[in-house]
Structure formats: structure tokens, C-alpha cells
């Protein structure tokens, strides 16, 4: 079964005094940020969760700073007064991260959302932490860079840096933890510290910067990044191509990949999943497993690799490849892609969609998801599968009736299986959602106690009194 979402009630938050010392920490916090400060219900509704999940735990306060000082002065308050900090980025991840099981303060960083610097030279630039990757892009536009981590959602770069995003680019450029360079945070106690630097590599001492790279917010809290930024290809060709069965798709990405094609994405949706954008994005893919794939380079390069990637689709039951240079179709092909959640949510309204997220070794991909696919049917699941397979990520996006206990436990065997069968071939719980409240049970799964108990060493080392996103990645103790 997966982790519960409710609060441990023996936690040191819940106690008389605790809604005395947040009403202390709001009264003290209210001057130096006046109408930046909430306390209004819905306001506190709005940023008590993520994407994912239907129940959510409000804070007793939102607050918009608009610089690391700011951060910095609202977690020196929080940490005399050992009250819970939470950060909110764009509020789009899946494993209840942002939740405030324990109330406390969130810090919504929606308006520390600047391009501090670009430096043409170097490839690299400095934002803030609550720029989404859009706005980021957008900026950049006209600079002859771009920077190409997607996870689909419109998330912030501070959210992405949070749960070590990756996404649909992560085959060619990684995922955000090999782009980004430095980082300035806010820790536990209120000080300012940098990490990493614009170097483009370093052996001095210990990589800081990929330890908060997926710590969830709960080592400290990002105010500055310097990313990498890479040069916007002069050609881009997209293309779809159907397969009469699933299998046949999966062992075409694997083919792909094994000579050495450069593709920058490899997208799969099963035959539900097209079915569901066809009817929420209105287009007309044949409701049958399909690939999404994009080429970068100059355009006779590009070209190639289509005419080498149509034999490959050919030798795995594909009639074809349709593809295209046009920016408005490939627009169109991504912008529904990207749109998937919401029309998988479209085929049973008034559920719940909860998000399985996976990761194997390519190698074994294909047997994951077949079984994956051969469950699902087996306990009469409505649960459409697509992924950023060309790394071994997929996902099932099962909608569950939040009314009916057995349909949940049928989830829940399937979603178990699917974990235990990745840990079985060498794979994880969690290829880009993170932990959260959701997975705390499967890390420890994952990795044995030895190893969870050290990362907790590491936690009450950085934040002694608890307060950063507490109940996020392990159980209070």
C-alpha cells in the first residue's frame, strides 16, 4: 500500500502550544510584509496541494517574499519559534510535496521570478527560483539559447530543482541536476549560503548542489540558480508513428537507442491514452500505442535520422512515420502531449487521478510495461500509461473512484507491483515525481534502513528543529 497522507499523530507540531507559536510567528511576520501575508481560507486551500492528489492540508499562512533576505528573515522567525516552512513553486507536483500536514507558513516564490543575468559567452544565466520554465524560455528567445528541461507541467525552476525534474529532453540533455551550475539557499536556521560555481566541472570538496537537487525542500529553501543553457538547434523535425500493439513501440525506442540514433525525445502513449487526447486535444491519431519522437540538428541532419528511423518503425509493425519541420503541427503534436494529464482526467470525470511514476533499465523496459498494461486489465482499471521512455520513465495515470474503497486496493496491487517489479529488475519507485508524502514507504523499500536512516542523519543534522516541509521523504519521528 502506499503511505498514508494523514499526519502522525505523535508529531511534536501537534501539540497544545503549536497554534500558539504559528499565531506568534504571523503576528511577528505581518509588519514586514503587510497585504503579502494570508491568512484568508481559500488562499490557504489554494496552496495546501499539488496536482495529484484530492486531499490536501492547508498552511495557516501564505507569504510572497520577493527576495532571499525576505526568505531568509521569515525562516529565522520560523525556526526560534519551530514552526514548519513549506516552499510553493507553481504548485504542480504529484506527491503532495507542497501539502502542510503539520500548518505552518508556505512561502509562495511566484514573484521572485526574474532573469537576474544571461551570459551570452559562458552558455549559462542566474534566475530566480519561481521563473517557470516557459517565462525562462520565453526571456531567452531572442539570445540563440534555450534551456530544454520539460517535465510536461508549466512547473518553476525552483519546483524542478525541488523534486530533480527530467522529463520529455532527457535523453539528449539529462535532467536538471546536469544543468544546473550553482545555487544559492536559504538553510534551516535563516543563513545564506552559495554552492557550486559557473565552472563546468569541479572535484572541490562535496557536491552540495546535487544533494538539494531533490531534497524536496527539506535541507533549505533555493533563492538564486545559475543553469546551463544550450544553443537552439537550426532544424527541429517532429513526428507520430502507430504500432499494432505495445510491445512492438517499446522495442523500437530500445532499437532506437542501440544504434546510437541522436533523438531528443521519445515520447509513448498506449491506445487509451491517444484515445484521450484525440477527444480533448481534437485530433485524430490512430487509437493504437504510439511514439512521439523529435529530432534536433541542421535539416539534412534531421532528415536522416527520419529516413533511418523509418526502418526502424517498419521492422516493429509501424506502416510509417508522419512527420514534419512545421512549427504549427509540431506545436500542436507537443501542446497535447503535454496536455495528457488533463485528457486521461477527461475520460472519468469526478475521480481522482493518482499518478504512478517508475523507472527501469531500458533493457527491461518493455516487460514493465506490458505487465504493467496486463494488470490494469486484469482489475478492471480505467488507468491509461504513457512515458518518457527513452530513459526507461513511465507512468499510469489511474482513475479511481475516491467513493469506492475497492477500487483503490485494486490500485494499490497494481501500483505495488509495478514498484516491486522495477526494484526486482534494478529500477526505482520514482524516476522524476520524487518522494513526497506519497512514497515515503517505497524509499525505504527502495534502499533498506540503513540508508534511509542516513539520509535522516543528514536531515536532523541541516534542520535540527524539523521545520523544513516536515513529513516529506521520511515519517517524523
Known amino acids: ?3 498514508s497522507l494523514r499526519p502522525t499523530s505523535s508529531s511534536k507540531y501537534d501539540t497544545p502550544d503549536a497554534k500558539a507559536r504559528v499565531a506568534k510567528a504571523i503576528e511577528q511576520l505581518r509588519p514586514a510584509f503587510a497585504e503579502r501575508l494570508s491568512v484568508g481560507a481559500s488562499v490557504r486551500e489554494q496552496h495546501g496541494r499539488g496536482e495529484a492528489f484530492a486531499q490536501g492540508y492547508p498552511p495557516d499562512a501564505v507569504i510572497w517574499p520577493l527576495s532571499t533576505a525576505e526568505v531568509s528573515h521569515v525562516v529565522k522567525v520560523c525556526n526560534e519559534l519551530r514552526v514548519p516552512v513549506i516552499a510553493f513553486g507553481a504548485g504542480t507536483s504529484l506527491e503532495g510535496h507542497v501539502s502542510a500536514p503539520y500548518g505552518g507558513i508556505c512561502l509562495d516564490l511566484a514573484r521572485m521570478n526574474q532573469v537576474l543575468e544571461v551570459r551570452d559567452d559562458d552558455g549559462d544565466c542566474v534566475v530566480q527560483p519561481g521563473i517557470t520554465r516557459e517565462e525562462l524560455n520565453a526571456q531567452l528567445r531572442d539570445t540563440g539559447f534555450y534551456f530544454p528541461i520539460d517535465p510536461g507541467a508549466n512547473a518553476s525552476i525552483g519546483g524542478m530543482i525541488a523534486t530533480r525534474a527530467s522529463g520529455t529532453n532527457t535523453i539528449r540533455y539529462g535532467t536538471i541536476a546536469q544543468n544546473v551550475m550553482a545555487l544559492e539557499v536559504v538553510l534551516a536556521n535563516g543563513e545564506i549560503i552559495r554552492c557550486g560555481n559557473r565552472a563546468r566541472k569541479s572535484s572541490a570538496g562535496y557536491d552540495l548542489v546535487r544533494l538539494f537537487t531533490g531534497s524536496e525542500g527539506t535541507l533549505g529553501i533555493v533563492t538564486e540558480v545559475t543553469l546551463r543553457l544550450h544553443g537552439q538547434p537550426e532544424a527541429v523535425g517532429s513526428s507520430v508513428c502507430s504500432f499494432p500493439d505495445l510491445r512492438g513501440a517499446v522495442d523500437t525506442v530500445m532499437e532506437l537507442i542501440q544504434i546510437g540514433a541522436p533523438v531528443s525525445r521519445l515520447e509513448l ?6 484515445r ?3 477527444a480533448y486535444s481534437k485530433l485524430s491519431l490512430p487509437e493504437q500505442p504510439t511514439l ?9 541532419a534531421v532528415t536522416e535520422q527520419f529516413e533511418r528511423a523509418v526502418d526502424v518503425v517498419k521492422s516493429h509493425g509501424a506502416a510509417g512515420l508522419e512527420w514534419a519541420f512545421d512549427e504549427q503541427r509540431r506545436a500542436a503534436l ?8 488533463f485528457a486521461a482526467r477527461a475520460l472519468r470525470p469526478a475521480t481522482d487521478c493518482i499518478v504512478a511514476d517508475v523507472c527501469v533499465p531500458i533493457s527491461h523496459l518493455a516487460d514493465c510495461v506490458a505487465k504493467a498494461r496486463a494488470e490494469i486489465d486484469a482489475e478492471g482499471l480505467v488507468a491509461p500509461i504513457l512515458g518518457h ?12 473512484d475516491p467513493n469506492n474503497d475497492d477500487e483503490r486496493a485494486r490500485m494499490d496491487r497494481v501500483y505495488d507491483s509495478m514498484i516491486e517489479t522495477a526494484h526486482r529488475v534494478g529500477g526505482t519507485c520514482t524516476g522524476e515525481h ?3 508524502m506519497g512514497k515515503r514507504d517505497k524509499l525505504l523499500a527502495e534502499f533498506g534502513p540503513s540508508v534511509v536512516e542516513l539520509m535522516r542523519k543528514v536531515k536532523d543534522a541541516w534542520d535540527p528543529n524539523g521545520i523544513l516541509n516536515p513529513g516529506k521523504v521520511f515519517d517524523l519521528q
Open 1 to 3: 500500500m502506499r503511505a
Open 269 to 274: 502513449l498506449d491506445e487509451l491514452q491517444v
Open 276 to 278: 484521450a487526447c484525440n
Open 292 to 300: 512521439f519522437m523529435e529530432f534536433m540538428g541542421t535539416e539534412a
Open 334 to 341: 507537443w501542446k497535447a502531449r503535454h496536455a495528457a494529464y
Open 389 to 400: 521512455v527513452g530513459d526507461g520513465n513511465f507512468h499510469v495515470l489511474f482513475l479511481i
Open 434 to 436: 520524487g518522494i513526497g
